[in-house]
């Protein structure tokens, strides 16, 4: 997991590049300074990694369940406070409850939208 930790950092575009990090239910967080040094396509093809997404000026990289072992190793690596703020200048931005609703929604069911579609396609498939 170290490594993978590792490379996710240069992935990102470096310890210098990370303003903050957190995760969620499924997914680690970046707050980056500029999302132009991210190699998206690495990410992606990295065993363990689900997919990414692009959330309200934040980078998600998509790793289900056991999300927070990564983010362990992760603030070990960047050297940030596990109970530190949400956001790097330490003010604590609030969601509305729409938005908040629909990040615990698809945090939970978006890893699962392959395996849904896999169950439906199924009966097509073996018939």
Not at 29 to 45: G, M, P, T, V
Not at 93 to 107: I, Y
Request: glycine share 8%; net charge negative; hydrophobic share 45%.
């Amino acid at each position: 997991m170290k490594e993978k930790i590792t490379q996710i950092v240069l992935y990102v575009g470096g310890k210098d590049n990370v303003k903050n990090a957190w995760h969620c239910i499924t997914r680690l967080r970046f707050e980056l300074k500029d999302n132009q040094k991210i190699d998206e396509a690495a990410i992606k093809k990295m065993n363990g990694v689900l997919g990414t997404a692009f959330a309200k000026d934040q980078f998600q990289i998509v790793i289900g369940v056991g999300v927070e072992k990564y983010y362990e190793e992760l603030i070990s690596q960047l050297g940030l406070d596990a109970n530190g703020p949400v956001e790097a200048d330490g003010s604590e931005k609030r969601k509305d409850f729409a938005t908040w609703f629909m990040d615990v929604v698809s945090g939970i069911f978006g890893p699962l939208v392959p395996d849904i579609a896999s169950i439906v396609m199924y009966p097509a498939i073996v018939s």
